[in-house]
C-alpha cells in the first residue's frame, strides 16, 4: 500500500510512501535549493535593476539566505528522525527552502507594477506556502522549521522594502513601474 507520510510536531506517523509524484516532487526540491535560488535572485535583480523593488529582491534574498545559515548551525535541530540519510541529523531549523523561495518569491511580486500588487502577492503566498507544503509531505522538516523559515522571509523582505524606500527617498530617484 503506498500512502504519504504525515509529519506533526512531536509525533511522527510513518507511512510507507514511494508515489512516482513523490520521486518527482523531491526532484524539484532538489533542484530548487537555496545555492540555486540566491543566484536567480541576483540574476533577476541585475535583470530587472531599473524596475522599483529589483533592490529589496535581491537584499531580501541575500539576508534571509544568509541569517537561515546562520541559525541551522545555532539550532541543531534534528530532522525526523527517518529521513536522515544524505542529510545533516542537525540542519533542520530553518527551513533553507522555505526561508530563501518565500522572500525571493516576495521579492519578485514587489517587482511587479504597484497595480499589480494585489495579484503577485497572493501568487508568492500560495507559492510559498506550496514550497512549505512539499517539505512536509517529503518529510524533510517539521512545521516549525517552515513557519521559523517563512517569518526570517517576511522579515528580511520587510528590511530590504524599507532600506529601498529609504535610499529611494535620500537619492531622489524614482525609479520605472
Known sequence: MRTTTNILNGTVLDFRHGRRATKILDGVARALTPAVLVPVAMVGATLLRKREGAPTLALATLAAAGVAHVLKPIARRRRPHFFLL????????????????????????????????????????????????????????????????????????????????????????????
Open 86 to 177: 544524505g542529510s545533516s541529523p542537525k540542519r533542520s531549523f530553518p527551513s533553507g527552502h522555505a526561508t530563501v523561495s518565500t522572500a525571493l518569491l516576495l521579492g519578485l511580486a514587489r517587482v511587479a507594477p504597484p497595480r499589480a500588487w494585489p495579484l503577485s502577492f497572493a501568487a508568492a503566498t500560495a507559492a510559498a506556502l506550496a514550497v512549505g507544503a512539499l517539505r512536509l509531505r517529503l518529510g524533510k522538516h517539521w512545521p516549525t522549521d517552515l513557519l521559523g523559515g517563512q517569518a526570517i522571509a517576511l522579515a528580511a523582505f520587510a528590511g530590504a522594502a524599507a532600506v529601498e524606500r529609504f535610499a529611494l527617498a535620500g537619492s531622489g530617484a524614482t525609479p520605472d513601474r
